[in-house]
Each structure stands twice: as structure tokens, then as C-alpha cells.
């Protein structure tokens, strides 16, 4: 089993900043990709951006350029850098982890993010 644990969501203007974070515990294996989903009310859960072990990143179209994903793997902990904020960014934030291979996928239970126009 791996626990992830999530911070960093919150209220902010458009064009603010907020910074998620995701801590994984547990049993923890070196193969692995670590990212973020969200969802909006009445809306499908999205891929927002995800990091592999090796550094391989891949984004959201909506999100490329103002969102950065990074990764401290000695402290098997995933961030998300999101900058220029916009009102349809509001969603819950899930971090997630596909642990070894083949992957089994864990879950956060969320974080709230809202902007506020």
C-alpha cells in the first residue's frame, strides 16, 4: 500500500499562484510516475500533468507554460507549481502515484483549489 498525503490548495485571485504538494509513504518502489488530476464540478477528472522517475514530464494543453511539475525523490514527494492562475482552474487537485511495474495506482483524497475573479 502508499499513502499519499496532499497541501497546498486554497482561495486566490486570477493571476495568483498556489503551490500543491504530495508526499508518498508506504511501500514505495524506484519505477514509478507521480502526477496531478483535477476535477470541476459537472465535469470529468482531467490530466493536469504528470512526472516519471527518470524526469519525463507531459501537461495539460490549458496548463502548459503557467503549471510546473517537479519531484524530490528522496523524499518521494511530487509539487505543482501553478503560476497565472485562472478562474477555470478551480477544481479538486489529486495526486496520484502509478508504483512499480506494472503500475498500481494510488490516490490523494484532494485538495480544493479556487480562483476567485
Known amino acids: 500500500q502508499v499513502q499519499l498525503v496532499e497541501s497546498g490548495g486554497g482561495l486566490v485571485q486570477a493571476g495568483g499562484s498556489l503551490r500543491l504538494s504530495c508526499a508518498a509513504s508506504g511501500s514505495i518502489f524506484s519505477i514509478n510516475t507521480m502526477g496531478w488530476y483535477r476535477q470541476a464540478p459537472g465535469k470529468q477528472r482531467e490530466l493536469v500533468a504528470y512526472?516519471?522517475?527518470?524526469?519525463?514530464?507531459n501537461y495539460a494543453a490549458s496548463v502548459k507554460g503557467r503549471f510546473t511539475i517537479s519531484r524530490d525523490n528522496a523524499k518521494n514527494t511530487v509539487y505543482l507549481q501553478m503560476n497565472s492562475l485562472l478562474p477555470d482552474d478551480t477544481a479538486v487537485y489529486y495526486c496520484?502515484?502509478?508504483?512499480?511495474?506494472?503500475?498500481?495506482?494510488?490516490w490523494g483524497q484532494g485538495t480544493q483549489v479556487t480562483v476567485s475573479s
Open positions: 496520484y502515484r502509478d508504483n512499480g511495474y506494472p503500475p498500481t495506482t494510488y
Open positions: 512526472m516519471t522517475n527518470g524526469g519525463s514530464t
